[in-house]
């Protein structure tokens, strides 16, 4: 079974507005971390942001946020005022307490920033 | 200066030939890993080593042999190439041994392989 699912193979957003990408993910863990990558053309993975399980609050670092909705089990990405460096593959993933080695990773969002 | 370096980063090579993959971190973590991204960006792990010991494996055809010197640096040697090999491969490190859910991975740049 899928881990984690991001059901928006691409997105286009309007420069400087907002955009969410979804993620939804799997576990019976109590304890797990959710993160976001970001993997511009180039192809180097950048770490944005991360939720643990048990954080109250939800995550931001600077224009990200993350929209964490433990109920539903979801972890949406939310980036604020878009440039034109956010064109990218956004990857949403989780790594288990149980089974913390592994970081599984979900098969990704293309977004497009449009001028 | 770079946290996390593999080489080379394009590798092109014929089918059936042996190749390796080389990646070294500065970071002082324990654990390294290597990944595979797919043609579809779809990335799966393959192995994982904590302080030199294999600690993930991940039903990858044993052509593929991880080895790690040392904590420092984990290489990826791959036997009898197949076409169904390329793809993009990065290696990766964290600090810890999974004892906490927040340890992010730190990336390389990818090596790009192509068989051909």
Not at chain 1, 19 to 24: E, G, N
Request: net charge neutral.
């Amino acid at each position: 079974a899928q881990k984690i699912t991001q059901t928006q193979p691409g997105m286009f957003v309007q420069e400087k507005e907002a955009v969410t990408l979804d993620c939804t993910y799997d576990t019976s863990d109590p304890s797990y971390g959710l993160f976001w990558y970001k993997q511009p053309s180039s192809g180097e993975m950048i770490f944005l942001i991360y939720q643990g399980s048990y954080d109250q609050q939800n995550a931001t670092e600077g224009r990200y946020s993350l929209n964490f909705q433990k109920a539903r089990k979801s972890a949406n990405l939310v980036i604020s005022a878009s440039q034109l460096g956010d064109s990218a593959m956004y990857f949403c993933a989780m790594r288990e307490g149980l089974n913390g080695n592994k970081l599984v990773f979900g098969a990704g969002t293309i977004l497009r920033v449009k001028s | 200066d770079t946290a996390v370096s593999q080489t080379p980063k394009y590798l092109v090579t014929q089918m059936g030939n042996d190749k390796s993959i080389k990646c070294e971190q500065n970071l002082g973590h324990d654990t390294m890993y290597w990944y595979k991204q797919d043609s579809k960006k779809f990335l799966k792990i393959m192995f994982s080593y904590n302080n030199k010991e294999l600690i993930i494996n991940e039903t990858v055809p044993n052509r593929f042999s991880p080895k790690s010197p040392d904590k420092a640096h984990l290489n990826l040697h791959i036997n009898s190439l197949e076409l169904g090999d390329s793809a993009v491969y990065f290696c990766a490190s964290s600090n810890s041994f999974g004892q906490t859910t927040n340890e992010k991975l730190f990336f390389g740049s990818g090596t790009q392989l192509s068989v051909l």
